[in-house]
């Protein structure tokens, strides 16, 4: 699937992302893990791993929403792998939510990467495991993520942790860098929302972990990708796994700036959104749920694929449910798809929003009170996020420093309970 990384890679070339691809699971069955789709046991004779519904959902993410999810226990049981080509250097992300069945402060890894040593043995694997993901519970409930390389006698490394926090049951992109040939080198990012579109996009990583064991046993390169359930670590829910040779295998086919929905008097639903940067893609299909669980088709809407914007609207007829929620499936012309955000319909319009200009690239963000779990993005003419800001609820106006920012066109897109909704407007 050809992807986006910058406006200006339109008009040289065309970036072929599935080529890149080295592995791409969305756990489109049920049941037991191993034995499924390449998986094989590393280690343990109980507690199977095994997939759980529904799969997790990602705005921007591919492989958001397909499939179902794996669940990783906290609890000692059997370990999974699944081989892939041969690297000194990759990128790996899956989607993550930490659903701790207890309050007990918990801290083991949950993934890694690593070498087949022996695929006859008992435990097949080399031994040493490189990037593998910790999941640290914390006292009050949030969660951080940590690396450490396999340790081995004298040599052991400690585990690196990040200096933010995340929320339990709730889901997060997480992106895992790799370079063997730079002192075994781990980056991590972790991400609430707007999948970055490049690793310079993504700013600075949450972890960075360098240096292995000086050792004759660790392996010259990694063909294998595991899952690990331990007593030690906290419950997990994992998918859309994807390892990948380069990061511009990971982006949309193009960039939606807005995607909001009304109800009118007749109880017909109005849906409006506004795209960018779109390209080989091949039409929108939207999806409706009374429970935001479950979605059922409506409709195919045909994409007109440009550099510029380019606005669509459906009317979904005579709709009558207490709750309505709705998503926008994108499909490429290869098939492939990802999904837009959820949005949940209430009875009233969507909230005007202001943005005022105070001169010294400081802006501020007028909206309604209304506004609650408001989340705004700065985005810049290329399509890429260049800032983040959260509203607090009830608050109606914010001020934003921009000072980071160049001169220039941008858009706010402001995402929140109800829709979304975005401006342009010029930096000085």
């Known amino acids: 699937m050809e992807r986006l990384l910058f406006a200006w890679v339109f008009l040289l070339s065309m970036l072929s992302a599935d080529a890149q691809f080295l592995l791409k699971e969305d756990f489109e069955f049920s049941g037991n893990v191993s034995g499924t789709n390449g998986w ?65 402060i918990k801290n083991d890894y949950v993934s890694f990467l690593g070498k087949v040593q022996n695929p006859n043995a008992v435990s097949p694997l080399n031994g040493n495991y490189f990037a593998r993901i910790i999941i640290q519970t914390q006292s009050d409930g949030t969660w951080k993520i940590g690396t450490s390389n396999w340790s081995i006698g004298s040599d052991t490394k400690s585990p690196i942790y990040s200096n933010a926090t995340f ?74 796994l994807r390892v990948f040779d380069s990061w511009s295998a990971q982006v949309l086919p193009l ?72 998503r926008l499936k994108i499909v490429d012309l290869d098939g492939a798809f990802v999904y837009s955000r959820v949005i949940h319909l209430e009875p009233h319009s969507e909230p005007t929003i202001k943005i005022g200009l105070l001169g010294g690239k400081s802006i501020k963000i007028f909206c309604p009170n209304t506004i609650r779990n408001g989340k705004c993005t700065i985005i810049d003419f290329n399509g890429i996020a260049r800032k983040s800001i959260s509203l607090t609820d009830g608050q109606t106006s914010t001020q934003v420093n921009l000072s980071e920012l160049p001169t220039g066109i941008y858009v706010l897109m402001l995402e929140h309970s109800q829709g979304s909704f975005s401006q342009k407007f010029f930096l000085q």
């Open 167 to 240: 929320h339990t049951n709730q889901t997060y992109a997480v992106i895992v860098s790799f370079d063997m040939g730079n002192h075994y080198k781990v980056l991590i990012w972790v991400k609430e929302n707007n999948f970055p579109y490049s690793e310079t996009d993504a700013r600075s990583p949450d972890v960075e972990f360098q240096d292995a064991p000086n050792t004759s046993a660790l392996p010259t390169n990694i063909d294998v990708i595991g899952l690990r359930q331990s007593s030690s670590s906290p419950r997990v829910v994992m998918d859309a």
């Open 255 to 326: 960039t939606l700036l807005s995607f909001a929905a009304e109800i009118s008097k007749n109880k017909n639903v109005d849906l409006k959104w506004t795209t960018a940067q779109s390209i080989n893609v091949k039409h929108f299909e939207l999806e409706r749920s009374e429970d935001a669980k479950y979605f059922h088709f409506c409709a195919t809407i045909p994409c007109i694929n440009q550099l510029s914007e380019r606005d669509y609207q459906y009317t979904d007829y005579n709709v009558n449910a207490e709750h309505i929620y709705y």
């Open 40 to 104: 094989l046991t590393q280690s343990g004779v109980s507690n199977f791993m095994q997939t759980t519904t529904p799969g997790l959902v990602f705005a921007g993410y591919p492989g958001s929403g397909i499939g179902n999810a794996v669940l990783v226990n906290g609890v000692a049981g059997e370990d999974v792998y699944k081989t892939i080509p041969a690297r000194t250097k990759l990128y790996y992300s899956f989607l993550i939510k930490v659903t701790p069945a207890t309050s007990t």
